[in-house]
């Protein structure tokens, strides 16, 4: 069964950079990887998305290796704010079909 | 910014009642989709819709689920015969593009379906 796993938690201090990997080992070849955030009672909210290699925006950094069987979230200098649970969502490939799949979710709890 | 939106934000019913929930896409949006949270578990993908069709679905979007946009405006999810085990948050994403091409799916603040 194809499974898209993450750390259950991580703890990270302000100020630092933290770093969240996504494991997809039956990733669609051809769609995107997008990782959201969310917050308690709220929908997920975008961060970044991409297809490989290295992808960057205002708020992170997104790193997809060559096989693309997973990828990881890099959140510089984090700050009390960044608190909450993060998902990757992958295009998995069952069978022929692709369905959407969220990661199972890291809570990223950020330490003052 | 525009935005998706949900109603209602919270529904109360009764194990076999039909309910429908509703979801207003961002106007020029053409992709359409819906998850389930339950209660402490991570978000899972039921459902996506273009073009007037479902385009995939989950195991979850059984025979009891449709989804539907009668007026071309308003996106729904019908439940026809509620279970306890539907109890959960419902969320409505939309997108402008969909596979295969850069996208964001945005999504709505939920409807908290709870089924007694």
């Known amino acids: 069964l194809a499974k898209t796993t993450q750390p259950i938690s991580m703890d990270s201090y302000e100020g630092q950079e933290v770093n969240i990997t996504c494991s997809h080992n039956?990733?669609?070849?051809?769609?995107?990887i997008t990782w959201y955030q969310q917050f308690p009672s709220q929908g997920p909210r975008f961060i970044i998305q991409?297809?490989?290699t290295k992808v960057t925006n205002e708020v992170a950094s997104l790193f997809i290796p060559a096989d693309r069987k997973s990828s990881t979230l890099s959140l510089p200098r984090v700050s009390l704010s960044d608190t909450a649970v993060y998902y990757c969502?992958?295009?998995?490939?069952?069978?022929?079909?692709?369905?959407?799949?969220f990661g199972t979710g890291t809570r990223l709890t950020i330490i003052p | 910014e525009p935005e998706v939106t949900q109603t209602p934000s919270h529904q109360v019913t009764q194990m076999g009642q039909e309910v429908i929930l509703r979801c207003v896409p961002i106007?020029?949006?053409?992709?359409f989709y819906w998850y389930r949270q339950i209660l402490g578990q991570k978000v899972e993908f039921l459902v996506s819709?273009?073009?007037?069709?479902?385009?995939?679905k989950s195991e979850i979007f059984d025979d009891q689920f449709s989804v539907e946009r009668p007026d071309g405006s308003n996106f729904t999810l019908k439940i026809r015969s509620t279970k306890l085990e539907d109890s959960a948050m419902y969320f409505c994403?939309?997108?402008?593009?969909?596979?295969?091409?850069?996208?964001?799916?945005?999504f709505g603040p939920g409807t908290r379906l709870t089924v007694t």
């Open positions: 106007s020029n949006h053409l992709y």
């Open positions: 991409g297809y490989k």
């Open positions: 994403a939309t997108a402008l593009r969909g596979f295969g091409e850069p996208y964001e799916q945005y």
């Open positions: 969502l992958v295009p998995i490939s069952n069978f022929g079909n692709e369905k959407l799949t």
């Open positions: 039956n990733i669609a070849t051809n769609d995107y």
């Open positions: 819709f273009y073009n007037n069709e479902i385009s995939e």
